[in-house]
Nanobody
């Protein structure tokens, strides 16, 4: 089992910034990818960003390119999502997830373990 714990969510005004963190513990994979997804009320969970275990490859949804940055610190088993230029439409519960392998899938079903989520609310 892998445990993922997100933190860093909150309420911010449009144009502001937040940094989300996701700490992983438990079972480890030799090769893995970690992703961030989000889910707004009445909407399906959607891909935000993903990163390989080495940090050498990243992938972003078009809606967040140029505004969000995913990164990780292996020594801390932690992945981050720096969110700048936040918009009201970014309001959602943000989840981190992990999968074995290095393909940066953008569909939720490809990920094996999930965190409990952290709420991000952007006011206009």
């Amino acid at each position: 089992q892998v445990q993922l714990v997100e933190s860093g969510g909150g309420l911010v005004q449009a144009g502001g910034s937040l940094r989300l963190s996701c700490a992983a513990s438990g079972r480890t994979f030799s090769r893995y990818a970690m992703g961030w997804f989000r889910q707004a009320p009445w909407k399906e969970r959607e891909f935000v960003a993903a990163i390989t275990w080495s940090g050498g490859s990243t992938n972003y949804a078009d809606s967040v390119k140029g505004r969000f940055t995913i990164s990780k610190v292996n020594a801390k088993n932690t992945v981050y999502l720096q969110m700048n230029g936040l918009r009201p439409e970014d309001t959602a519960v943000y989840y981190c997830a992990i999968r074995s392998g290095v393909v940066l899938h953008n569909t939720p079903r490809e990920y094996d373990y999930w965190g409990q989520g952290t709420q991000v609310t952007v006011s206009s």
